[in-house]
């Protein structure tokens, strides 16, 4: 089987570590585990719980406990309609690989995550990718996919809240698109990995598995609740499909970790309050990049309504990914090169770390755009 380079993966990897001034995280300033249990409380309690936690192998998809927290982010789901994974990124790998055979015609909604795509391809399913554009606020556009799907399309997938867009679907917009796949009988899959970071109201839109039956949807603590390092993620589906899943995961994970699971739990039962923290940075720092935007003669940028990152465009003179090389070595700010998303002359911007690192961040690619 092949696969293409993981191009978003491969430049976090080789340069992540690197950078003085991080811009190109996507997760709203990270957690410790000290700052997550001072925010729901009863922190020694939840220390003596850890304590005497056994470490072997948790409930295999999940603690019904977390299941059920996640199925409160969907109308009507229960704990059985949840697979807990190892992150969103597995959840993702495990609807692909469920979905998608060889021949397979699957539609993939670009700018979004490589993943989307590149792993249907490498499964052997023929992709056809369609682009969303500046001009249409980088939304779906609906009568290009009227034309790409057709009787054969098995499946649409895409990713809203966007990567690397900060784009958002309201809810007629998302009826739309489950309309055209019901015409073609295909499936949806929508990474929604950043809803619950509407920057108007969290939780503003619903889920596509809110409006459709052959609906999936993804998710994880990372982004939204500020903690990757628990690499705990989820699938919610029609119970069928994650029985398939399910069969799929045993190859890849026996159970996720349970101190992940019990933190887990604890921060999806409490999400007001680590929402209470993380909404007002990511708005604070949204508005500071579109401050710095509209005083940086060479830098242009949709607004993001939801999410974490946005897609720079750059007037410059050489490639993005050089760009961005340089502003590294230069400079020590990182940005992830708009050819990780087959957009050139762009750059993904992670506007949500602190806001002393933004700050110092978009100063610093000031400075060497003056002198590139």
Same mark, same amino acid.
């Given at each position: 089987?092949?696969?293409?380079?993981?191009?978003?993966?491969?430049?976090?990897?080789?340069?992540?570590?690197?950078?003085?001034?991080?811009?190109?995280?996507?997760?709203?300033?990270?957690?410790?585990?000290?700052?997550?249990?001072?925010?729901?409380?009863?922190?020694?309690?939840?220390?003596?719980?850890?304590?005497?936690?056994?470490?072997?192998?948790?409930?295999?998809?999940?603690?019904?406990?977390?299941?059920?927290?996640?199925?409160?982010?969907?109308?009507?789901?229960?704990?059985?309609?949840?697979?807990?994974?190892?992150?969103?990124?597995?959840?993702?790998?495990?609807?692909?690989?469920?979905?998608?055979?060889?021949?397979?015609?699957?539609?993939?909604?670009?700018?979004?995550?490589?993943?989307?795509?590149?792993?249907?391809?490498?499964?052997?399913?023929?992709?056809?990718?369609?682009?969303?554009?500046?001009?249409?606020?980088?939304?779906?556009?609906?009568?290009?996919?009227?034309?790409?799907?057709?009787?054969?399309?098995?499946?649409?997938?895409?990713?809203?809240?966007?990567?690397? &867009?900060? #784009?958002?679907?309201?809810? !007629?917009?998302?009826? /739309?698109?489950?309309?055209?796949?019901? $015409?073609?009988? @295909?499936?949806?899959?929508?990474?929604?990995?950043?809803?619950?970071?509407?920057?108007?109201?969290?939780?503003?839109?619903?889920?596509?598995?809110?409006?459709?039956?052959?609906?999936?949807?993804?998710?994880?603590?990372?982004?939204?609740?500020?903690?990757?390092?628990?690499?705990?993620?989820?699938?919610?589906?029609?119970?069928?499909?994650?029985?398939?899943?399910?069969?799929?995961?045993?190859?890849?994970?026996?159970?996720?970790?349970?101190?992940?699971?019990?933190?887990? &739990?604890? #921060?999806?039962?409490?999400? !007001?309050?680590?929402? /209470?923290?993380?909404?007002?940075?990511? $708005?604070?720092? @949204?508005?500071?990049?579109?401050?710095?935007?509209?005083?940086?003669?060479?830098?242009?940028?949709?607004?993001?309504?939801?999410?974490?990152?946005?897609?720079?465009?750059?007037?410059?003179?050489?490639?993005?990914?050089?760009?961005?090389?340089?502003?590294?070595?230069?400079?020590?700010?990182?940005?992830?090169?708009?050819?990780?998303?087959?957009?050139?002359?762009?750059?993904?911007?992670?506007?949500?770390?602190?806001?002393?690192?933004?700050?110092?961040?978009?100063?610093?690619?000031?400075?060497?755009?003056?002198?590139?």
């Amino acid at each position: 089987m092949h696969i293409a380079e993981f191009g978003v993966e491969e430049w976090m990897n080789a340069y992540e570590t690197r950078a003085r001034h991080n811009v190109a995280e996507t997760c709203v300033e990270s957690l410790t585990v000290k700052e997550l249990l001072t925010l729901v409380g009863n922190r020694e309690e939840h220390l003596a719980a850890l304590e005497r936690t056994h470490l072997t192998y948790g409930d295999i998809p999940g603690s019904e406990r977390l299941r059920g927290a996640i199925s409160s982010l969907y109308r009507g789901r229960t704990a059985e309609d949840v697979l807990v994974t190892g992150g969103g990124i597995a959840a993702n790998f495990l609807a692909l690989w469920s979905l998608t055979e060889p021949g397979d015609h699957v539609v993939a909604l670009l700018p979004t995550y490589q993943q989307l795509y590149s792993l249907p391809e490498s499964f052997g399913a023929q992709v056809t990718r369609l682009f969303a554009r500046a001009e249409n606020s980088f939304l779906p556009d609906l009568d290009a996919l009227r034309k790409a799907v057709s009787d054969k399309t098995k499946l649409i997938v895409l990713n809203y809240p966007n990567n690397p &867009t900060g #784009a958002k679907l309201d809810e !007629a917009l998302m009826k /739309e698109i489950v309309a055209i796949a019901d $015409r073609c009988g @295909a499936w949806i899959l929508c990474d929604e990995i950043y809803r619950g970071l509407e920057h108007d109201a969290p939780y503003g839109t619903p889920s596509f598995v809110d409006l459709y039956d052959r609906a999936v949807s993804t998710g994880s603590v990372s982004k939204v609740y500020s903690l990757a390092g628990l690499r705990t993620g989820w699938l919610t589906g029609p119970r069928d499909f994650l029985r398939t899943c399910f069969q799929h995961r045993d190859y890849t994970t026996i159970s996720c970790g349970r101190l992940d699971d019990y933190l887990a &739990t604890l #921060a999806l039962e409490h999400r !007001a309050v680590i929402l /209470e923290r993380n909404l007002p940075l990511v $708005r604070t720092n @949204a508005a500071l990049l579109a401050d710095w935007v509209a005083a940086e003669p060479r830098v242009s940028c949709l607004p993001p309504k939801a999410g974490t990152t946005a897609l720079l465009r750059l007037d410059i003179p050489v490639s993005s990914e050089e760009f961005c090389r340089r502003l590294l070595e230069e400079a020590g700010a990182l940005l992830v090169p708009g050819e990780c998303f087959e957009i050139p002359y762009t750059a993904r911007i992670g506007f949500a770390p602190k806001t002393e690192t933004l700050r110092d961040g978009v100063g610093a690619i000031s400075s060497f755009l003056k002198r590139l």
